[in-house]
Protein backbone atom coordinates (compact mmCIF):
# COMPACT_ATOMS: atom_id res chain seq x y z
CA UNK A 1 0.00 0.00 0.00
CA UNK A 2 2.80 3.33 0.61
CA UNK A 3 4.23 1.86 -2.92
CA UNK A 4 0.98 2.75 -4.05
CA UNK A 5 0.71 5.83 -2.23
CA UNK A 6 4.15 7.16 -3.34
CA UNK A 7 3.89 6.30 -6.44
CA UNK A 8 0.07 8.43 -6.12
CA UNK A 9 2.59 11.16 -4.43
CA UNK A 10 5.09 11.18 -7.26
CA UNK A 11 2.33 11.43 -10.08
CA UNK A 12 0.41 14.66 -7.99
CA UNK A 13 4.23 16.50 -7.79
CA UNK A 14 5.28 15.72 -11.22
CA UNK A 15 1.78 16.98 -12.52
CA UNK A 16 1.47 20.03 -10.29
CA UNK A 17 4.96 21.16 -11.58
CA UNK A 18 3.94 20.36 -15.15
CA UNK A 19 0.48 22.11 -15.01
CA UNK A 20 2.95 25.16 -13.40
CA UNK A 21 5.05 25.25 -16.51
CA UNK A 22 2.74 24.74 -19.06
CA UNK A 23 0.63 27.75 -17.61
CA UNK A 24 3.23 29.96 -17.74
CA UNK A 25 3.86 28.83 -21.33
CA UNK A 26 0.66 29.69 -22.05
CA UNK A 27 0.40 33.21 -20.35
CA UNK A 28 3.36 33.61 -21.98
CA UNK A 29 3.03 32.74 -25.44
CA UNK A 30 -1.08 34.13 -25.60
CA UNK A 31 0.78 37.43 -24.25
CA UNK A 32 3.47 37.20 -26.62
CA UNK A 33 0.77 36.67 -29.51
CA UNK A 34 -1.54 39.89 -28.86
CA UNK A 35 2.11 42.45 -28.37
CA UNK A 36 3.12 40.50 -32.16
CA UNK A 37 -0.53 40.96 -33.64
CA UNK A 38 -0.91 44.62 -31.90
CA UNK A 39 2.39 46.04 -32.59
CA UNK A 40 4.33 44.66 -35.12
CA UNK A 41 1.05 43.23 -37.06
CA UNK A 42 2.11 40.32 -36.58
CA UNK A 43 2.11 36.62 -35.28
CA UNK A 44 3.30 33.27 -35.15
CA UNK A 45 1.56 31.45 -37.58
CA UNK A 46 1.54 28.07 -35.75
CA UNK A 47 0.88 29.91 -32.10
CA UNK A 48 -2.60 30.22 -31.50
CA UNK A 49 -3.28 26.32 -32.60
CA UNK A 50 0.02 25.34 -30.58
CA UNK A 51 -2.08 27.04 -27.39
CA UNK A 52 -5.38 25.29 -27.80
CA UNK A 53 -3.60 21.95 -27.42
CA UNK A 54 -1.96 23.41 -24.54
CA UNK A 55 -5.23 24.05 -23.19
CA UNK A 56 -6.08 19.86 -23.31
CA UNK A 57 -2.88 19.08 -22.32
CA UNK A 58 -4.00 21.56 -19.01
CA UNK A 59 -7.46 20.41 -18.68
CA UNK A 60 -6.17 16.45 -18.30
CA UNK A 61 -3.74 17.51 -15.82
CA UNK A 62 -5.98 19.31 -14.07
CA UNK A 63 -8.22 16.34 -13.88
CA UNK A 64 -5.27 13.90 -12.59
CA UNK A 65 -4.81 16.62 -10.17
CA UNK A 66 -8.34 16.84 -9.11
CA UNK A 67 -8.86 13.11 -8.94
CA UNK A 68 -5.87 12.72 -6.91
CA UNK A 69 -7.57 15.11 -4.42
CA UNK A 70 -10.84 13.86 -4.53
CA UNK A 71 -12.33 16.91 -6.09
CA UNK A 72 -13.31 15.80 -9.12
CA UNK A 73 -16.99 15.91 -10.09
CA UNK A 74 -19.58 14.09 -8.69
CA UNK A 75 -23.05 13.48 -7.82
CA UNK A 76 -23.34 13.14 -4.22
CA UNK A 77 -26.99 13.17 -3.11
CA UNK A 78 -26.42 9.05 -3.20
CA UNK A 79 -23.92 9.20 -1.09
CA UNK A 80 -25.96 11.50 1.43
CA UNK A 81 -28.34 8.38 1.66
CA UNK A 82 -26.05 5.59 2.39
CA UNK A 83 -25.97 4.69 6.12
CA UNK A 84 -22.52 6.36 7.57
CA UNK A 85 -21.31 2.87 8.35
CA UNK A 86 -21.35 1.90 4.57
CA UNK A 87 -20.01 5.19 3.04
CA UNK A 88 -16.65 3.91 2.48
CA UNK A 89 -18.03 0.84 0.58
CA UNK A 90 -20.21 3.22 -0.95
CA UNK A 91 -17.12 5.27 -1.83
CA UNK A 92 -15.35 2.13 -3.21
CA UNK A 93 -17.74 1.09 -5.22
CA UNK A 94 -18.07 4.26 -7.05
CA UNK A 95 -14.14 5.08 -8.04
CA UNK A 96 -13.98 1.27 -9.22
CA UNK A 97 -17.22 2.10 -11.16
CA UNK A 98 -15.02 5.53 -12.58
CA UNK A 99 -11.75 3.34 -13.18
CA UNK A 100 -13.41 1.02 -15.34
CA UNK A 101 -15.50 4.11 -17.33
CA UNK A 102 -12.35 6.09 -17.34
CA UNK A 103 -10.58 2.58 -18.64
CA UNK A 104 -13.07 2.47 -21.52
CA UNK A 105 -12.69 5.54 -22.36
CA UNK A 106 -9.02 5.29 -22.39
CA UNK A 107 -9.01 2.51 -25.01
CA UNK A 108 -11.31 4.22 -27.20
CA UNK A 109 -8.35 7.43 -27.06
CA UNK A 110 -6.00 4.92 -27.85
CA UNK A 111 -7.85 3.84 -30.99
CA UNK A 112 -8.31 7.57 -31.92
CA UNK A 113 -4.49 7.92 -31.47
CA UNK A 114 -3.47 5.30 -33.58
CA UNK A 115 -5.67 6.46 -36.22
CA UNK A 116 -4.00 10.01 -35.97
CA UNK A 117 -0.67 7.85 -36.23
CA UNK A 118 -1.50 5.92 -39.52
CA UNK A 119 -2.86 8.94 -41.32
CA UNK A 120 0.92 10.74 -40.43
CA UNK A 121 -0.76 13.94 -40.32
CA UNK A 122 1.41 17.41 -39.44
CA UNK A 123 0.15 19.92 -36.98
CA UNK A 124 2.42 22.09 -36.42
CA UNK A 125 5.95 22.60 -37.14
CA UNK A 126 6.49 19.26 -38.70
CA UNK A 127 5.17 17.76 -35.68
CA UNK A 128 2.07 15.07 -36.00
CA UNK A 129 -1.12 15.56 -34.35
CA UNK A 130 -0.67 12.55 -32.57
CA UNK A 131 2.37 14.08 -30.56
CA UNK A 132 -0.50 16.78 -29.15
CA UNK A 133 -3.23 14.06 -28.34
CA UNK A 134 -1.20 11.54 -26.85
CA UNK A 135 -1.93 13.39 -23.50
CA UNK A 136 -6.00 11.80 -23.55
CA UNK A 137 -4.89 8.24 -23.15
CA UNK A 138 -2.12 8.55 -21.14
CA UNK A 139 -4.80 11.27 -19.19
CA UNK A 140 -7.54 8.57 -18.37
CA UNK A 141 -4.91 6.24 -17.67
CA UNK A 142 -3.81 7.97 -14.81
CA UNK A 143 -6.83 9.10 -13.85
CA UNK A 144 -8.45 5.27 -13.54
CA UNK A 145 -4.94 4.45 -11.54
CA UNK A 146 -5.72 7.65 -9.07
CA UNK A 147 -9.28 6.16 -8.66
CA UNK A 148 -8.03 2.10 -8.20
CA UNK A 149 -5.35 3.83 -5.40
CA UNK A 150 -7.83 5.34 -3.73
CA UNK A 151 -10.20 2.25 -3.61
CA UNK A 152 -7.88 -0.21 -2.72
CA UNK A 153 -6.26 1.92 0.35
CA UNK A 154 -10.16 2.43 1.62
CA UNK A 155 -10.39 -1.42 1.08
CA UNK A 156 -7.33 -2.24 2.97
CA UNK A 157 -8.51 -0.02 5.70
CA UNK A 158 -11.77 -1.76 6.05
CA UNK A 159 -10.08 -5.13 6.31
CA UNK A 160 -8.32 -3.41 9.15
CA UNK A 161 -11.78 -2.24 10.70
CA UNK A 162 -11.90 1.44 9.48
CA UNK A 163 -14.80 2.07 8.50
CA UNK A 164 -14.78 5.72 9.13
CA UNK A 165 -14.07 8.28 5.95
CA UNK A 166 -12.20 10.87 6.27
CA UNK A 167 -12.63 14.15 4.51
CA UNK A 168 -10.23 15.78 2.61
CA UNK A 169 -8.87 19.38 3.64
CA UNK A 170 -8.93 21.85 1.11
CA UNK A 171 -7.38 25.06 1.06
Not at 94 to 118: G, H, P, Q, Y
Request: glycine share 4%.
Amino acid sequence: MNILKRIDQAIDTFVSWFVVAVLGLMIVMAFGQVVLRNIFHSNIEWGDIFLRHLVLWVGFFGAIIATGERRHLKIEFISKLVPQKLHKAFLILTNLFAAVICSFLMLAAIAFVKSEIETAEILILNLPTWYFIIVIPVGYAVIAFRFLVHSIIWILEIVHGNWDVVEVQHL
